[in-house]
């Protein structure tokens, strides 16, 4: 805990002397390994039965807290930053030890729109920090996105209006909108196809389909109905016409996307009518896959990391398809900055 030292009176007190007293800020135990957390809120009138307690912590005194009129407690300062940044969609928890986070409070997954360099900005002045999720990441029910904190015990009014003004001048300049963005995820019925001969034939077991559907599923869309295909670019063709007709929201089509002479798939979602926005990403793993539109509908030939690897470019490019987002190819080639996952 930072000392206060402008016009705010830190009086220290016996622990014993306490006793009606109210803390000046939340007192923290640590019981290693088992707890870490807050024992005593700011506020909290100090009772004989807590005396104990607070001996166990080490603490024989405590502040009692006098602010100046300039200035602003550490839990006032982080709760009057998350308001300010507070978009539709999102909860506040309560102050605790200088800090508030900043909640999804919607019943379904959603895409993050964070403006870094408002938070740049923010972070910029001192004395004060948020620190937020990156931009596009998935954000589930209840999920935090942003946490705002104060670094000293007090900050002068005057900091936190700065802030205030930064956030206010940015909602001004986009129609009122917060740098916090929350957008949910909308629930698409998708239509998967696996290609390959030795699944086709029933040689080996299909390993995409319950990948593919664990995914999607844990965005809230569903794959409605999964075809197999062997490889052969006619018949596969054939069966991106069939889920065309079917008319799911989304195409999804597994297997074949390498460069080897068996591997089909690429050349057949391109003869199919699709528009391929990229195929191959400047992410790893995930480097193989390929993303493109027909008749308005986004199709994806998947790489085989998405079996195994907990997080790949599906991963990255499925929710902003979700979100709504039209892939472009500026974003194909910004992934590869921070696009290295465990490869």
């Given amino acids: ?84 940044l507070q978009g539709d969609g999102m909860k506040l928890t309560e102050p605790h030890e200088g800090k508030v986070a900043v909640k999804s409070d919607l019943s379904v997954p959603a895409l993050a729109e964070i403006d870094a360099s408002l938070v740049h900005a923010i972070n910029g002045l001192g004395d004060i920090a948020l620190a ?15 946490a705002t904190r104060v670094i000293p015990l007090v900050v002068p009014i005057s ?19 917060s740098p916090l963005r929350l957008r949910p995820l909308r629930s698409l019925r998708i239509g998967l196809l696996t290609t390959g001969g030795e699944v086709f034939s029933g040689r080996i077991e299909d390993k995409f389909g319950p990948a593919v559907r664990r995914i999607v599923e844990s965005l809230g869309s569903e794959v ?12 596969i063709v054939k069966e991106i016409d ?3 007709s079917q008319q799911y929201d989304m195409i999804l089509v597994t297997g074949g996307m390498s460069v080897d002479p ?18 191959g990403t400047p992410m790893l793993p995930g480097s193989m896959l390929l993303i493109g539109y027909i008749q308005g509908v986004p199709i994806m030939g998947l790489p085989g990391c998405v079996m195994h690897d907990p997080y790949t470019s599906f991963n990255v490019l499925l929710p902003r398809v979700l979100a709504g987002d039209v892939i472009k190819r500026e974003d194909i080639v910004q992934m590869g900055y921070g696009g290295l996952n465990g490869c």
């Fill in 262 to 279: 068996d591997d089909r798939t690429p050349a057949a979602i391109k003869e199919a009518g699709a528009q391929i926005v990229s195929y």
């Fill in 132 to 146: 937020t999720i990156k931009t596009h990441a998935v954000v589930m029910p209840d999920g935090q996105l942003a």
């Fill in 224 to 235: 409605i109905e999964q075809r197999y295909a062997p490889d052969d670019r006619h018949t």
């Fill in 1 to 84: 805990m930072n000392i206060p030292n402008n016009g705010t009176v830190l009086k220290e007190v016996p622990i014993q002397e306490a006793i009606g007293l109210r803390l000046a800020h939340d007192l923290t135990q640590i019981i290693p390994g088992q707890f870490k957390g807050r024992l005593f809120k700011k506020g909290h009138i100090v009772t004989e039965s807590d005396i104990p307690k607070l001996l166990d912590i080490g603490k024989e005194h405590i502040y009692i807290m006098e602010l100046d009129e300039s200035e602003l407690h550490e839990d006032d300062a982080a709760l009057r930053m998350a308001l300010a």
């Fill in 159 to 177: 900091k936190i209006v700065s802030m205030e003004n930064l956030v206010s001048n940015y909602r001004l300049l986009h129609e009122g909108r």
């Fill in 242 to 244: 069939y889920l065309l």
